[in-house]
């Protein structure tokens, strides 16, 4: 293939990768949409109705489905940016990856805590991104001095 036909494909690939991004963003923001709406009506309804069972796992699950949505959130904004730079930043990737393991230490189920190798393993992990994005923030300023 000459150069002429590597570069009209790469711009035929690169529009499809577009078209699919955008097609996810749509989705995502629409899953998202909805996922609000019924958090607000199934919460609503609960305190409404006085049925609302904050202390016996209520509230741990309102702060699941929460952080979930913001890690949705999150995850629209990785793809906008995407559209937009054209490149995966990656501190935003990692800041979703935070959320994501943060979430599932606060709902893990009372007792978990007696397992050491899960804990630890939650421990390497969050050591394992925070020490990643530290990395990539110290390579952006060491880039920016330069």
Same mark, same amino acid.
């Given at each position: 293939?000459?150069?002429?036909?590597?570069?009209?494909?790469?711009?035929?690939?690169?529009? $499809?990768?577009? @078209?699919?991004?955008?097609?996810?963003?749509?989705?995502?923001?629409?899953?998202? /949409?909805?996922?609000?709406? #019924?958090?607000?009506? #199934?919460?609503?309804?609960? =305190?409404?109705?006085?049925?609302?069972?904050?202390?016996?796992? /209520?509230?741990?699950?309102?702060?699941?489905?929460?952080?979930?949505?913001?890690?949705?959130?999150?995850?629209?904004?990785?793809? *906008?940016? $995407?559209?937009?730079?054209?490149?995966?930043?990656? #501190?935003?990737?990692?800041?979703?990856?935070?959320?994501?393991?943060?979430?599932?230490?606060?709902?893990?189920?009372? /007792? *978990?805590?007696?397992?050491? &190798?899960?804990?630890?393993?939650?421990?390497? =992990?969050?050591? /394992?991104?925070?020490?990643? $994005?530290? @990395?990539?923030? &110290?390579?952006?300023?060491?880039?920016?001095?330069?």
């Amino acid at each position: 293939m000459d150069q002429f036909g590597d570069k009209r494909f790469l711009s035929i690939v690169h529009g $499809y990768e577009r @078209l699919l991004a955008k097609l996810l963003a749509l989705l995502l923001a629409v899953v998202i /949409g909805f996922a609000v709406i #019924e958090l607000v009506v #199934e919460s609503s309804i609960k =305190i409404a109705r006085f049925q609302t069972d904050w202390f016996e796992g /209520g509230l741990i699950q309102l702060l699941d489905r929460l952080l979930m949505i913001f890690i949705a959130l999150e995850v629209l904004q990785n793809v *906008t940016a $995407y559209l937009r730079d054209q490149v995966v930043q990656i #501190e935003l990737v990692l800041l979703t990856a935070m959320t994501a393991v943060a979430r599932k230490v606060i709902v893990l189920p009372p /007792g *978990t805590e007696s397992n050491p &190798q899960l804990m630890a393993g939650f421990g390497v =992990i969050v050591v /394992g991104i925070a020490a990643a $994005y530290w @990395l990539v923030k &110290q390579a952006r300023h060491d880039q920016q001095s330069a």
